[in-house]
């Protein structure tokens, strides 16, 4: 009698472990939204509030110059023109507008972007943009010492830059 219990037993243990393998297997071929029984749309409205909130208490700064994203309340530093140097408005490098577009979702690959229109435009036009972008994509990885080194290289090349302002806000730095 004692052996049929203990095969009851070991039966038992086996069906558990065995469905709890099914289990664990189901939710981890599973995509994140169906776990969470949300739509993918919910998940986009609330990474959206997820970046106004980060925007907002100042732990992502967005990129100077970066008009299509609606924030409320919060608007990106815009410096003065000045006359030496100013760019259009219309006229804008599409190699800056893909920067823009990845700099809050994906700051890594602005960074990659930034480096690469540097070493192909080294003398761009657009260099003053690109290197204040290259300081908000280092802050918003939380790469806060990067950030102050490009912000006093943006300084140094940049002497009277369209975007001093957001830099020095951005990392803290005092002008010298």
Do not use: C
Not at 67 to 86: L, Y
Not at 115 to 130: C, G, I, L, N, T
Not at 157 to 164: D, K, L
């Amino acid at each position: 009698m004692r052996r049929g219990r203990w095969r009851v037993a070991v039966a038992v243990a086996v069906a558990v472990l065995v469905l709890s393998g099914a289990v664990w297997f189901a939710f981890r071929t599973s995509k994140p939204d169906q776990r969470a029984g949300r739509s993918s749309r919910s998940r986009q409205e609330e990474v959206g509030t997820e970046i106004r909130s980060a925007v907002e208490t100042g732990r992502v700064q967005p990129p100077p110059g970066l008009a299509d994203i609606a924030v409320a309340s919060v608007t990106p530093a815009t410096p003065p023109r000045s006359a030496a140097g100013a760019t259009s408005a219309a006229i804008v490098s599409p190699e800056i507008m893909a920067i823009q577009a990845a700099i809050i979702k994906d700051p890594v690959r602005a960074e990659q972007l930034i480096y690469a229109d540097r070493k192909r435009f080294p003398d761009s036009p657009f260099s003053d943009e690109r290197d204040a972008l290259l300081v908000s994509a280092l802050n918003n990885q939380q790469r806060r010492w990067d950030a102050k080194v490009e912000a006093r290289r943006y300084l140094r090349a940049h002497v009277n830059g369209r975007y001093t302002d957001f830099v020095l806000r951005t990392t803290g730095i005092e002008p010298n």
